[in-house]
């Protein structure tokens, strides 16, 4: 698992979730297409209907196109066609992960032999879910979305109970994601909190909070991945179209060649060419005699900067000159002495 932001590269997650609409042609479409994109791991979820919910539970704000168990039972996938799934990341060169939302889930992507766990917003005070992932002795990511620093407290440690191969993600549950609820903040405060790495699952419809996460340090970046935001479901509307999720991986690449680059100011041979080219020399605005007193009325600064520079402008001043000194030429060294 990626430990930092700032040095090892960014772990960069597709999150295809629902997306697929139960159809696994388009499901392994978008693992293609999230490879194609830059991503490092492409995330589902799965999803066992009477494992996890109620037959009369609520739908979300943002999607009634149909009630809730009757969608994860319309969209779920067999144990099978998972495999199936699994396999195509595998042939492409992409991680694949899927969130449980039950402990039946947990197993089954464990008998898949996924390499870690992504356990989701609304899943961090299910403690037996996550008692069931942590005996697996699999990395995992925690995403943070609902859930209050106590609840988060109790989710660290009964992960930790097991082992202390885990990652923290920020995330605000609100779809889409306003800039101002983002919560950059958390992610230094979660670092201090648990001395563990974190990351932003982000729901913004654009690509700058996670540049900016990226730029704080962030391990790892979810982003929702569709093919347009046009489809049916609940994720779709939401999401990233492949364009826009290819700009989301060039940009993380972009930031952390930044971060791992840093730049001397003090290295100025690097940029000898541009300061005599746009920098500027004291230049005399008049015909200075030998013998003259320098005075500010005398002087002016003008290109290239191969001269005295301007810095030196103030100290030069009541110095006396050695030799005449032409109109626009450079003041140089050899033309003075102490008055």
Same mark, same amino acid.
């Given at each position: 698992?990626?430990?930092?932001?700032?040095?090892?590269?960014?772990?960069?997650?597709?999150?295809?979730?629902?997306?697929?609409?139960?159809?696994?042609?388009?499901?392994?479409?978008?693992?293609?297409?999230?490879?194609?994109?830059?991503?490092?791991?492409?995330?589902?979820?799965?999803?066992?209907?009477?494992?996890?919910?109620?037959?009369?539970?609520?739908?979300?704000?943002?999607?009634?196109?149909?009630?809730?168990?009757?969608?994860?039972?319309?969209?779920?996938?067999?144990?099978?066609?998972?495999?199936?799934?699994?396999?195509?990341?595998?042939?492409?060169?992409?991680?694949?992960?899927?969130?449980?939302?039950?402990?039946?889930?947990?197993?089954?992507?464990?008998?898949?032999?996924?390499?870690?766990?992504?356990?989701?917003?609304?899943?961090?005070?299910?403690?037996?879910?996550?008692?069931?992932?942590? &005996?697996?002795?699999? =990395? @995992?990511? $925690? #995403?943070?979305?609902?859930? %209050?620093?106590?609840?988060?407290?109790? *989710? /660290? +440690?009964?992960?930790?109970?097991?082992?202390?191969?885990?990652?923290?993600?920020?995330?605000?549950?609100?779809?889409?994601?306003?800039?101002?609820?983002?919560?950059?903040?958390?992610?230094?405060?979660?670092?201090? &909190?648990?001395?563990? =790495? @974190?990351? $932003? #699952?982000?729901?913004?419809? %654009?690509?700058?909070?996670?540049?900016? *996460? /990226? +730029?704080?340090?962030?391990?790892?970046?979810?982003?929702?991945?569709?093919?347009?935001?046009?489809?049916?479901?609940?994720?779709?509307?939401?999401?990233?179209?492949?364009?826009?999720?290819?700009?989301?991986?060039?940009?993380?690449?972009?930031?952390?060649?930044?971060?791992?680059?840093?730049?001397?100011?003090?290295?100025?041979?690097?940029?000898?060419?541009?300061?005599?080219?746009?920098?500027?020399?004291?230049?005399?605005?008049?015909?200075?005699?030998?013998?003259?007193?320098?005075?500010?009325?005398?002087?002016?600064?003008?290109?290239?900067?191969?001269?005295?520079?301007?810095?030196?402008?103030?100290?030069?001043?009541?110095?006396?000159?050695?030799?005449?000194?032409?109109?626009?030429?450079?003041?140089?060294?050899?033309?003075?002495?102490?008055?």
């Amino acid at each position: 698992m990626t430990t930092s932001g700032a040095h090892n590269k960014v772990n960069i997650i597709a999150e295809v979730g629902s997306v697929h609409d139960g159809s696994l042609g388009n499901a392994l479409c978008l693992i293609r297409v999230a490879a194609e994109c830059g991503a490092d791991a492409v995330k589902f979820q799965t999803h066992i209907a009477a494992a996890e919910t109620l037959p009369d539970a609520p739908c979300p704000p943002y999607f009634k196109g149909e009630p809730r168990y009757a969608y994860f039972e319309r969209t779920g996938f067999s144990p099978e066609q998972w495999a199936q799934l699994k396999a195509e990341c595998e042939t492409v060169g992409i991680e694949f992960l899927s969130s449980p939302f039950s402990e039946e889930a947990v197993a089954l992507l464990d008998k898949l032999g996924v390499a870690r766990y992504k356990v989701p917003s609304g899943e961090i005070t299910n403690i037996p879910l996550l008692d069931a992932v942590g &005996r697996t002795g699999k =990395p @995992v990511l $925690l #995403s943070s979305g609902m859930s %209050t620093w106590l609840e988060l407290d109790e *989710a /660290v +440690a009964t992960i930790r109970a097991y082992h202390s191969r885990l990652a923290l993600l920020q995330c605000t549950t609100q779809y889409p994601c306003p800039p101002e609820r983002v919560g950059l903040n958390v992610l230094a405060e979660m670092r201090a &909190r648990y001395d563990l =790495p @974190v990351g $932003l #699952s982000d729901h913004t419809l %654009t690509n700058e909070a996670a540049f900016a *996460a /990226v +730029a704080l340090g962030a391990a790892v970046i979810e982003k929702h991945l569709t093919f347009s935001r046009r489809m049916y479901g609940s994720d779709a509307p939401h999401s990233l179209e492949p364009a826009e999720f290819a700009d989301l991986a060039r940009g993380v690449r972009a930031v952390e060649a930044m971060l791992r680059s840093p730049v001397d100011k003090d290295a100025v041979n690097e940029l000898a060419t541009m300061k005599r080219t746009f920098e500027k020399s004291i230049v005399a605005l008049v015909d200075i005699p030998v013998g003259s007193v320098l005075a500010a009325d005398m002087l002016g600064m003008r290109k290239p900067g191969t001269g005295l520079p301007g810095r030196r402008f103030k100290e030069i001043l009541g110095r006396r000159t050695t030799s005449p000194i032409a109109k626009g030429a450079m003041i140089r060294e050899d033309d003075l002495t102490d008055a």
